[in-house]
């Protein structure tokens, strides 16, 4: 009977701990929990882009040497065009207002649109500054319909659960002012689909992996480039990033595993009865600071 009194305060002290090991646990279980349900409410934290945006290669990955470029490359002689001061404000207003037509069209006609053109506005897109000129773009044409039937189908279904689970009553509230909604149409309809793909890395003709420098802002204003270059004949599209769709498409489409989805773009002719919002832009004096 002594020895259990003089173990009683053992017992009672191993008696604690573990109680205190079991709050703990279930504290912090109702913690993953609650940041289980805010990534679910944050649809723009897409991982397959994520993994492009943090990639680092491996010291042992990568060929300190050689990474494609050579190691002198020429420099030749450079004439630019030079405009009177009359004729660069001209200019400067006839392309803004060209661009400023520019609108996010969803109802796109089925009319053919010559391939020829198509060419001509990637290889537009193509003449982006990139780091260190790496290039690291791909830009997949799809105009099979069975493809362009399938995109929709992997488009529609992910955005459904966005809408519904992912994106919030905030964002899904907003969106309706503008009536759009998971359903895409214009995803079977517009004769050409352009899937953006920005490559993390390249490769080597040694098997190593390249880096590819800010790959995800050279890409980006490439398609800037690109909407520019749509504009400029007569071709209407709507910016689609199809968030949570990137691995499924990249299958789909053959892509490398170096390649991620970074936009979708439906390419055509307006629809006769096509629609927009009426929105307005910004004036100058909110978007520039002069300093």
């Excluded at 646990?25 to 289980?36: A, L, M, Q, V, Y």
């Excluded at 040497?65 to 009177?84: D, I, K, T």
């Amino acid at each position: 009977m002594a020895l259990f009194s003089s173990l009683t305060p053992v017992f009672i002290a191993i008696i604690c701990v573990l109680i205190g090991v079991i709050l703990k646990k279930t504290h912090g279980e109702k913690e993953n929990r609650g940041t289980e349900s805010k990534s679910l409410s944050r649809p723009w934290v897409d991982e397959d882009l994520k993994d492009g945006t943090d990639h680092h290669l491996e010291e042992e990955e990568a060929d300190e040497e050689w990474q494609g470029l050579e190691e002198n490359v020429a420099h030749v002689p450079f004439f630019g065009e030079r405009y009177s001061e009359a004729e660069m404000i001209k200019r400067s207003q006839v392309f803004y207002k060209l661009l400023n037509k520019r609108r996010s069209v969803r109802f796109l006609s089925d009319e053919p649109v010559p391939r020829e053109v198509i060419d001509n506005v990637i290889r537009t897109a193509g003449t982006s500054p990139s780091g260190a000129h790496t290039e690291p773009w791909t830009f997949v044409v799809v105009q099979d319909s069975y493809l362009k039937h399938k995109i929709r189908e992997i488009v529609e279904e992910e955005e459904e659960i966005n809408y519904k689970k992912r994106m919030g009553d905030r964002w899904v509230n907003d969106l309706k002012r503008l009536r759009t909604n998971w359903i895409k149409e214009y995803l079977d309809t517009a004769p050409y689909l352009i899937l953006i793909f920005k490559q993390i890395y390249g490769q080597l003709p040694n098997g190593k992996k390249k880096t590819h420098y800010y790959n995800e802002i050279s890409v980006s204003i490439a398609c800037g480039i690109l909407l520019a270059a749509l504009q400029n004949v007569g071709l209407y599209t709507v910016t689609s990033t199809p968030l949570n769709c990137g691995p499924q498409l990249r299958e789909l489409l053959q892509r490398p595993a170096n390649e991620k989805l970074l936009l979708l773009l439906p390419v055509g002719y307006p629809k006769k009865d096509a629609t927009v919002p009426a929105l307005t832009r910004k004036p100058l004096e909110d978007i520039m600071v002069v300093m």
